[in-house]
């Protein structure tokens, strides 16, 4: 089948040579590949992050998230267990404050599966739309896939900008207060 058209102006155009009609769905079959590749490691990390949550390990204590060095030693409790009471960590007149800071990190990872899902479903109607029309009436088939493919080349491009914008964002922020351990550490 001939190569789509799908942006044609003067001085620019964007076609799927050297892919056109079936030969796409090829092309849908590698991305799925990738995508179930991005699944696999993506559960690892959610599992893990979940574990963390149900455990414990994300609890910050006076504001102080547990990767500083001054981070109070929770192991020599003398009660033990996943409960810290304020007469085990230190003296009474200080108060202290129990909160938990992951939600960045669930942000995260409903952002990659939301992505993920979004763009399994793109491959889907990609693959399906492709099978459409026949190498010498291509209309049906183009007029599915020219909207599909211009979806993916501006959320394509948008996307990864705004992800990396924001991890710079995040990266310049964490870094002014040394990740939130304080500038004296």
């Given at each position: ?154 959320a394509g491009a948008i996307f990864p900008i705004a992800l990396l914008f924001g991890g710079i964002w995040t990266v310049h922020h964490n870094r002014l207060n040394n990740y939130r351990c304080g500038q004296d550490v």
């Open positions: 089948m001939p190569a789509l058209q799908v942006i044609k102006t003067r001085f620019f155009g964007y076609s799927t040579r050297p892919f056109g009609g079936d030969d796409l769905q090829l092309v849908c079959i590698i991305f799925g590949v990738l995508r179930l590749i991005q699944f696999i490691c993506l559960v690892p990390w959610a599992a893990r992050l979940f574990w963390k949550r149900t455990h414990g390990k994300t609890i910050w204590i006076n504001g102080i998230p547990p990767w500083c060095p001054q981070y109070p030693d929770l192991s020599k409790l003398k009660r033990g267990g996943l409960l810290a009471f304020r007469e085990d960590i230190g003296d009474g007149g200080i108060v202290f404050s129990f909160e938990s800071d992951d939600g960045p990190q669930f942000i995260a990872a409903g952002v990659a599966l939301l992505y993920f899902a979004i763009s399994v479903c793109w491959l889907c109607m990609i693959s399906s739309a492709t099978s459409l029309g026949t190498p010498t009436q291509p209309e049906r088939r183009d007029k599915y896939l020219r909207p599909l493919i211009l979806f993916q080349l501006i």
